[in-house]
């Protein structure tokens, strides 16, 4: 059974930095890539970043160049750095692989 639970989110002022972290059970980084998506309060959610099972990065325009995935094999976690957060980022952030999804973890970004 495939289970990914998130953590790491809160309150932080603009401008500040959050570090997620997903564990993920029940699959291996070796054979799937691991993606980070987050939903705005009365939006959909988007996707924003994605690391494959090589290595390869790709972000969307809004965080690129902010945020940065990256993944530790050993403890089947990846994580997702965020810098120079913005109100806008404020969000539940969700990590999925292979069609399956966590239950998210929140970010507030906030004076």
């Known amino acids: 059974q495939v289970q990914l639970m998130e953590s790491g989110g809160g309150l932080v002022q603009p401008g500040g930095s959050l570090r997620l972290s997903c564990v993920a059970a029940?699959?291996?980084?070796?054979?799937?890539?691991m993606t980070w998506a987050r939903q705005a309060p009365g939006k959909e959610r988007t996707w924003i970043s994605t690391i494959t099972r090589d290595d390869i990065t790709d972000y969307s325009g809004s965080v690129k160049g902010r945020f940065t995935i990256s993944k530790d094999k050993a403890k089947n976690t990846v994580y997702l750095q965020m810098n120079s957060l913005k109100p806008d980022d404020t969000a539940v952030y969700y990590c999925g692989s292979n069609a399956y999804w966590g239950p998210g973890t929140q970010v507030t970004v906030s004076s």
């Open positions: 029940g699959l291996s980084f070796t054979d799937y890539g």
